[in-house]
């Protein structure tokens, strides 16, 4: 069964610096991968997906993510964070299979912090 | 357009209740999933229903059941309450005929069971 992980459980990054999320995954052929964040008291929102094609994908609020084949890794990167973007982050990933699709497999998530 | 709604948003039960939690999808949705959240487990997925059918399950007990109705509102119900039951509920719609993963998440329902 496909499964994903996210390495660290809690990161703090200063406002403006750069962020990096950890996801890897695991399952034998090519998965549709995703992102989505939940900030406090709220439900989750979708904020990029990769399902083909060009493996550097764009999301919501200047976010994007890398597939990369080779690490089996979907790491989320923001060039500058905002006070904002202090959240949780959930990598998640449904396998398709020869029967049709399964059912969306989320990580662990990565509580981010962001500090002045 | 109006978001998935989810009711109530707060409750709380004793042990040996049951409860029933709504969810109203987007409107033209005809995916309804639901997940449980826990900050010991995480996000873990309940069921999935499409155009009234479970399309699929998760690995919960059978005091968890879930319906989906002809208007593609959904509602689960957890019977006899225990108290590893408290949780955010999570429903979730989609659009998809095939569940490609991208879903719209609800705010929530917070159970807690004393």
């Known amino acids: 069964a496909q499964s994903v992980t996210q390495p660290d459980i809690h990161i703090t990054v200063s406002e403006g610096a750069s962020l990096e999320l950890r996801c890897n995954y695991s399952?034998?052929?090519?998965?549709?991968l995703f992102w989505y964040v939940q900030s406090p008291g709220q439900g989750l929102q979708l904020l990029l997906k990769y399902f083909s094609g060009d493996t550097l994908v764009q999301g919501i609020k200047g976010f994007e993510a890398e597939f990369k084949r080779s690490q089996s890794s979907f790491n989320l990167r923001k060039p500058s964070v905002h006070w904002s973007d202090a959240a949780e982050y959930f990598c998640a990933v449904v396998a398709r299979s020869n029967f049709g699709n399964e059912k969306l497999t989320f990580g662990t998530g990565t509580r981010l912090t962001i500090i002045p | 357009k109006a978001g998935v709604t989810q009711t109530p948003r707060y409750l709380i039960k004793t042990r040996g209740q049951q409860v029933t939690l709504s969810c109203s999808p987007i409107?033209?949705?005809?995916?309804v999933s639901w997940y449980q959240q826990t900050p010991g487990q995480g996000l873990q997925f309940l069921f999935e229903?499409?155009?009234?059918?479970?399309?699929n399950k998760g690995n919960f007990p059978g005091r968890f059941s879930g319906r989906q109705f002809s208007n593609s509102r959904s509602e689960m119900n957890v019977s006899t309450l225990e108290l590893g039951d408290s949780a955010l509920y999570l429903c979730?719609?989609?659009?998809?005929?095939?569940?490609?993963?991208?879903?719209?998440f609800g705010e929530g329902s917070r159970l807690t069971v004393l």
């Open positions: 229903y499409f155009s009234e059918t479970q399309r």
């Open positions: 979730a719609s989609s659009s998809d005929r095939m569940n490609t993963g991208e879903l719209f």
């Open positions: 399952y034998g052929a090519t998965p549709y």
């Open positions: 409107s033209g949705h005809r995916s």
